[in-house]
């Protein structure tokens, strides 16, 4: 017998009525460029969502009063960040929704949803509707809250605009001779897109290859020193990866200790997990009835993000994003492609291009007690130094009760490596062209 889809009878379903009452609809951060785009184009087709920015202990200390200290780090900041901004008294908890995603899966994050609605109702706050932002089929469905495929392609944009704000922006900031600028630039380009992406009416892809490359030459304006730091790699657990408040601002840590941030885009994240549906379909039988679609998605993606590879190389001489396939391609001399808890594939893969780019040192972001990103992360950096020695990977722990100072001391001891490690190399190049023989001229 066919399963049929159920509506869970104990939970607050957000309907057609609460979207149309103006209830405010709140979302963690993350990525934050990316996630006020995305809420830009949900408010221009009628909901009113805001992405959350308080951060600070005392976010973490509400996540830490409702949820078990051994449960996922990522789901104590954002259930705290629910919790603290509904006690804030900015908004009205009569006429809130939370939006939170859900991956489905084996990973934690999937119990996420239950677990913030078991915190509502212990902060006082279970009749606050949360909405499941999820694509899987047979998970929670919400008659308010739906996603049309012209926001969905809108939504693949500003993932792209998001990542190559991110990705420039970390090039620059270490070298701008005006502090503060590409900051700057950051705030008005997200303030720009979001206009464009929220705009109705069509929005034809040619307009979106016009605004990579005057991203690019946005920042490429920036007045730069010529100098050389060392460039350090952050890889991890998708949410500690990103996430500032998770992460103790590591991305401002490196720039304040004198090196250059480089961050795999949110964009491999999202192809991993189409392309993990197309690897079901190979390697289990399973989803073949929509595997067409994720083949299409793939497809669909993977071309964009060249085009976005092509805006970086031909308007700059800036390090471009990397390519999903190349990517894909270097994990799986490593591991299975059908490894997916905790990052999975992707989370090497991620380590070897950064490799191969030339990018040696690299900063392993975990929550602590993730075994699944354990296994894919820690797990897999003895291989990964075996076939490259020079490979100076550091994995860091985060958790409510760990130290800022002792994971700070952990990525300087890395740093300090890393700086010993490029300086012998810089030698051996130095001594190879001395010892090169000089070519005889041809008479």
Same mark, same amino acid.
């Given at each position: 017998?066919?399963?049929?889809? !159920? ?14 009452? %103006?209830?405010? /609809? ?50 104590? /900041?954002?259930?705290?960040? +629910? ?20 991956? %489905? ?59 190559? *704000? ?25 303030? &720009? ?19 990579? #490359? ?6 490429? #304006?920036?007045? !730069? ?27 401002? +840590?490196?720039?304040?200790?004198? #090196?250059?941030?480089?961050?795999? %885009? ?58 999903? &396939? ?8 490593? *591991? ?42 820690? %797990? ?44 012998? !190399? &810089?030698?051996?190049?130095?001594? !190879? ?11």
């Amino acid at each position: 017998m066919k399963k049929k889809n !159920r509506i869970d009878t104990n939970r607050v379903i957000f309907t057609r009525e609460m979207r149309e009452s %103006g209830y405010k /609809i709140l979302m963690p951060t993350m990525i934050p460029r990316h996630l006020r785009m995305i809420a830009g184009i949900l408010n221009a087709h009628g909901y009113d969502v805001e992405v959350l920015d308080n951060t600070g202990r005392d976010t973490i200390e509400s996540g830490l009063r409702y949820v078990h200290n051994d449960t996922c780090y990522p789901a104590q /900041i954002c259930i705290g960040q +629910f919790v603290r901004a509904l006690e804030s008294g900015k908004y009205d908890p009569n006429k809130c929704a939370l939006l939170f995603s859900q991956t %489905g899966g084996g990973c934690r994050a999937s119990n996420y949803i239950s677990l913030l609605r078991k915190a509502l109702a212990k902060a006082g706050y279970g009749h606050v509707p949360v909405i499941s932002l999820n694509f899987s089929a047979g998970m929670e469905k919400n008659p308010g809250f739906r996603l049309t495929l012209p926001m969905l392609r809108r939504m693949v944009y500003a993932v792209l605009y998001g990542d190559m *704000i991110m990705l420039l922006e970390n090039q620059c900031r270490p070298y701008e001779i005006n502090a503060g600028e590409s900051l700057a630039v950051s705030e008005r380009l997200t303030r &720009e897109l979001s206009a464009q992406l929220g705009r109705r009416g069509r929005l034809p892809y040619r307009e979106i290859k016009r605004t990579f #490359a005057e991203i690019v030459r946005a920042y490429d #304006a920036i007045p !730069r020193r010529d100098e050389k730091r060392l460039r350090v790699g952050i890889v991890g657990e998708i949410f500690v990866k990103f996430s500032p408040l998770a992460n103790n601002s590591l991305e401002q +840590f490196l720039i304040d200790e004198g #090196a250059e941030p480089v961050v795999p %885009g949110f964009l491999g994240f999202a192809q991993y997990c189409v392309y993990n549906s197309i690897m079901d379909a190979k390697l289990y039988g399973r989803g073949k009835k929509t595997l067409p679609l994720f083949r299409f998605a793939h497809k669909f993606i993977l071309g964009k993000q060249n085009d976005m590879i092509r805006a970086v190389t031909e308007n700059s001489s800036f390090m471009p994003p990397a390519d999903f &396939e190349v990517t894909r391609r270097l994990a799986e001399e490593f *591991i299975g492609l059908g490894v997916k808890m905790g990052e999975g594939w992707l989370l090497p893969g991620e380590m070897l291009d950064l490799i191969h780019s030339g990018v040696t040192s690299i900063v392993c972001t975990q929550p602590f007690g993730c075994l699944p990103n354990h296994i894919v992360g820690k %797990g897999m950096m003895k291989p990964l130094r075996e076939k490259y020695p020079d490979a100076n990977i550091v994995a860091v722990d985060y958790d409510a009760s760990a130290t800022v100072i002792n994971q700070q001391n952990r990525i300087k001891l890395m740093l300090a490596n890393g700086r010993e490690i490029a300086e012998r !190399r &810089e030698r051996e190049e130095k001594e !190879r062209e001395a010892s090169a023989p000089e070519e005889c001229p041809v008479s």
